[in-house]
Nanobody
Framework: QVQLVESGGGLVQPGGSLRLSCAAS????????MGWYRQAPGKQRELVAT???????GYVDSVKGRFTISRDIVKNTVYLQMNSLKPEDTAVYFC??????????WGQGTQVTVSS
């Protein structure tokens, strides 16, 4: 069973920064891709950023230029650096890992609140 453990959420003022971490219980190269999703109250979960095995990254338009997804292969950890945070970024952020066989794994989520 794969475990994904997120950390790094919290309360930050508008314009501030946070870095989320997602530690996987196995080699992250065993996944086709990993990503970050978020879900705000009353809204559907949305894909925020992805990184593939080859290192290709992708972002939803609303975070381009502000968020950066990266990984540490030695630590089996994926990060989401979030800069210039806005109140509309407030959500629970979830780490996701997908395999070539179609399995999907989720972390427990970490709350990010952007408020003055």
């Amino acid at each position: 069973q794969v475990q994904l453990v997120e950390s790094g959420g919290g309360l930050v003022q508008p314009g501030g920064s946070l870095r989320l971490s997602c530690a996987a219980s196995r080699n992250i190269f065993s996944f086709r891709a990993m990503g970050w999703y978020r879900q705000a109250p009353g809204k559907q979960r949305e894909l925020v950023a992805t990184i593939t095995t080859s290192g290709t990254t992708g972002y939803v338009d609303s975070v381009k230029g502000r968020f950066t997804i990266s990984r540490d292969i030695v630590k089996n950890t994926v990060y989401l650096q979030m800069n210039s945070l806005k109140p509309e970024d407030t959500a629970v952020y979830f780490c996701n890992a997908g395999t070539l066989s179609g399995d999907n794994y989720w972390g427990q989520g970490t709350q990010v609140t952007v408020s003055s």
